[in-house]
């Protein structure tokens, strides 16, 4: 009779098999194809982090830090990994004469280790671990002197010695702690800051596709490995068209999947001008409803009293909405930029649910923030979570002037989603010629090719043209580059140049009057007025040549 099957995939942990797999494929190669043609390029990214990566950008208040990540000392397999756990799991003293022998085997034996050369390699030298290695040296030598003699005083001090180099040797680190990412934002930023990335021209656009690792308790839409897509934009600029282009870009791709029922939240959360006084009279006013809240919210009235807004139990729900909003209570820069993002995403058709309760607690996080609900998911219904966190590549050891916006996308729900719809078609059309190509080689930004189009827009007039021509552009399948505020002339075609663009085109007013726009060839400066009909005629001309 056969074996019953032994192995079953871990708790939280699933496989995704055919049929399925293909409508994944479909989503994600969607996805490539939608941000390719924003001027997106993949990173792809380690799947462990040192642990301190994440500590540090994701907070060490937060539940992500403390109860879910998967971590581990990297150490090696060898022996000195071993004696460590021997010593560690001796009792403590006293010995008898015989079993002290043993503990004081293993002490030289962890010692001779600790100095060969193929474990010292690999043994962190950061200043905390080489000053417990330099303690426990020090013990070590003390220990040697004194254990040679047997009067019952220096048993006594023998056992003492040992306990301590027990101790120091327990806590002397044999390799990095590291994490498996619970996210890869901070991923991101740590790689955007070990290349250099800031050297580059215009903002850097990345996405990324992959698994995440967080030990919650698992339900429907929640899982312990489970997938994001998701696309962070880093750089000098933090102008509101920004946001308002990375938006546009998920809500394409939604409709490009045929996503129904999708619900854009936005919010400003402030800055550190603002947010701060904000913070204060949150708290005041919760202490006033203190005993009211459940122990978590409790807490937060301390620790973090922003994310108290973020609860659902039922019965907090009316206190919550009766207190101070956010937005009452912004600075005229925040407001300013808050006003101009709801005007970018008008004039992209965009229509977003203004919802005040949307934050995010850590301090990096600023102004923007959205997040994207899908339907058929139950209580775990958020498909995609995002916002702007300009002080964050400050905070990693990076350049203080760069900003961030992004988001992450869960791939599991947004599939989930699709297939409670009836969205399941899994059939993927991966383009081979013309741009898909460009777009597959990488980013504007990050490789060599760049952008089939820059368009180059002046005044208000013009950027709602150019705004709607670049989508046409898009889904055509050129990439477009559409600089998110106004340029002037020659800085708008000096950064088409460096970005390599293969053509400029301008709409201005005049262009707009005479219904063209003006068509620079980069590579001969070659110029031409088209209108609209020809200018498709002729890049697709030209992407055939
Ligand atoms: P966050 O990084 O927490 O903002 O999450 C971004 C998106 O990832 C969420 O909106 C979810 O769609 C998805 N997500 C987060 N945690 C999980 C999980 N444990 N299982 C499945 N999807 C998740």
Redesign the pocket.
Same mark, same amino acid.
């Given at each position: 009779m056969a074996d019953k099957a032994k192995f079953q995939a871990i708790k939280g942990v699933r496989d995704i098999l055919p049929p399925e797999s293909a409508l994944w494929t479909r989503v994600e190669q969607t996805a490539r194809d939608v941000f390719g043609t924003f001027g997106f390029g993949e990173i792809r990214l380690p799947i462990f982090e040192r642990t301190e990566l994440f500590a540090r950008s994701i907070g060490v208040d937060t539940d /992500?830090v403390l109860k879910e990540m998967y971590s581990f000392e990297d150490k090696g397999r060898g022996e000195l990994a071993v004696l460590r756990d021997v010593l560690a799991g001796f009792n403590p003293a006293p010995h008898s004469a015989e079993f002290r022998n043993t503990v004081m085997k293993a002490l030289d034996k962890y010692w001779e280790a600790l100095n060969s050369p193929s474990s010292s390699d690999e043994v962190p030298r950061d200043p905390d671990n080489l000053k417990l290695i330099e303690a426990f040296k020090r013990n070590y030598n003390q220990f040697l002197r004194v254990r040679t003699s047997e009067s019952a005083l220096t048993s006594e001090l023998t056992d003492a010695l040992v306990w301590g180099l027990q101790s120091l040797a327990r806590l002397i680190q044999l390799g990095e702690f590291v994490s498996l990412r619970p =996210?890869a934002t901070a991923s991101v930023v740590r790689a955007y800051i070990e290349h250099g990335m800031q050297t580059l021209p215009g903002n850097v656009k990345l996405y990324y596709v992959g698994p995440?690792f @967080?030990r =919650?308790r698992p339900q429907k +839409? @929640?899982? @312990?490995q489970?997938y #994001?897509i998701g696309a962070e934009v880093l750089g000098p600029s933090d102008a509101p068209g920004i946001d308002a282009e990375v938006i546009e870009m998920l809500m394409r791709l939604f409709e490009r999947l045929k996503l129904k029922g999708a619900v854009l939240n936005i919010n400003s959360i402030g800055d550190k001008n603002c947010r701060p006084a904000y913070v204060e009279k949150l708290r005041a006013e919760l202490q006033k409803v203190r005993d009211q809240l459940s122990a978590d919210s409790q807490r937060r009235i301390e620790t973090n009293p922003l994310r108290v807004l973020d609860s659902k139990l039922e019965s907090e729900q009316a206190i919550i909405n009766k207190l101070p909003h956010i937005d009452q209570n912004l600075c005229a820069d925040c407001r300013t930029h808050y006003d101009e993002v709801k005007r970018q995403l008008k004039i992209r058709g965009i229509l977003p649910t203004e919802n005040w309760r949307l934050v995010r607690g850590l301090d990096y996080y600023m102004r923007t923030t959205f997040?994207i609900t899908a339907p058929g998911l139950g209580s #775990?219904n958020? /498909?995609? +979570?995002g916002g702007r966190y300009d002080g964050l590549v400050e905070l990693l050891g990076g350049p203080a002037s760069t900003k961030g916006i992004g988001f992450?996308?869960?791939t599991? @729900?947004?599939v989930l989603s699709l297939q409670e719809a009836g969205e399941t078609r899994a059939d993927v059309t991966v383009r081979v010629t013309g741009s898909a190509l460009t777009v597959a080689a990488g980013s504007v930004t990050v490789s060599g090719s760049g952008p089939d189009v820059f368009l180059a827009w002046f005044g208000a007039a013009a950027q709602a043209a150019a705004v709607g021509l670049a989508r046409r552009l898009r889904d055509a399948g050129f990439v477009v580059e559409l600089p998110a505020v106004e340029m002037k002339f020659g800085k708008s075609l000096g950064l088409a140049d460096r970005l390599k663009a293969r053509h400029a085109v301008i709409v201005g007013d005049d262009e707009l009057a005479a219904g063209v726009v003006t068509v620079k060839r980069l590579s001969d400066s070659s110029q031409q007025k088209l209108n609209e009909q020809e200018l498709f005629s002729y890049l697709r001309e030209d992407r055939a040549t």
């Open positions: /992500v =996210e995440m @967080r =919650e +839409g @929640r899982y @312990r489970f #994001q997040e #775990q958020a /498909v995609c +979570g992450a996308i869960g599991d @729900r947004l």
